[in-house]
């Protein structure tokens, strides 16, 4: 049984008996916990599981709840610093997964709507040998009116190429929301060489984004490849992000870059994704439970 010293002194009694399942999507990491069994202090919680020293360590939580509407599920998505997210590309799918083996959907459903944030989305499990090990998502179609994301640079048309100079770094950024707000911005410098712990947070909290934004940089390998990173509001670096890897292959199809369906290399595996150009965007990726437990 693990032990948190540190926030036996602050959790109820309840949450020390809480069970939960840590899962990731491409090196995307949660927790996350059945909701139709527990109603507590989601931002409190959040804030200390996801602690890396103190805690279970994971970008956020993310719990199953009872729909509101005619879906299956509804996902509730919190940042490591507590903030409450729209939507997440990579922790929707560990989310059907984890359904599926708390019995909240059929084991042989062939899609599951799950309610969130940023609407009502279709995720189409892959199952392998009765177990699901990735899935397809309808992440809907993208917001490109700045105003829409939001962005706060006053124009009602979408823009391309908008220039920003952030900490005596030049930017070329392409603005895409996919429920959530991504500054996508592709480099010739190596990705991984980038300073993205001194960028992120400037860039995350700078005025122009009202709501905060991720961020995303970009390396252009071929036509069907990029590489990228990304910065996510209230967590920071992460292994990899399902609406940002969707809002990088938009913005890489309307510079003329990429085609309809590009892979995406990111520090934790890679994800697919499919854009025509004008309807949904669809992501594919993996599923992965890393192991459960009992908070104590």
Known sequence: MLEFPTLN??????????????????????????????????????QNVSDRHKGIGSDGLIVVCPPSNDSDLKMR???????????CGNGIRCLVAFARDEG???????????????????????????????????MGSPILIPKDIPVAIGDDESILDYSLNVDNHEFSFNFVSMGNPHAVAFIEDEVDDFPLELIGPQIENHAIFPNKVNFEIVNVIGPSELKMRVWERGSGITMACGTGACAVAVAAHLKGIT????????????????????????????VETVYRGLLD
């Open 77 to 87: 998505m919190f940042n490591a610093d507590g903030s409450e997210g729209e939507m």
């Open 9 to 46: 002194s602050t959790i109820t009694e309840t949450e020390k008996n809480m069970k939960f399942t840590k899962m990731h999507g491409a090196g995307n990491d949660y927790v996350y916990v059945n909701g139709f069994e527990y109603d507590l202090d989601w931002k409190h919680i959040s």
């Open 104 to 138: 909240l959907v059929e084991s042989k459903a062939q899609v599951v709507r799950v309610e969130t944030l940023a609407g009502d989305l279709d995720v189409f499990p892959i199952v392998e040998n009765n177990e699901m090990v990735g899935a397809k998502v309808s």
């Open 259 to 286: 085609t309809d369906a590009v892979d995406l290399r990111l520090p934790g595996g890679d994800l697919k994704v499919r854009w025509d150009g004008v309807g949904e965007v669809e992501l594919e990726g993996p």
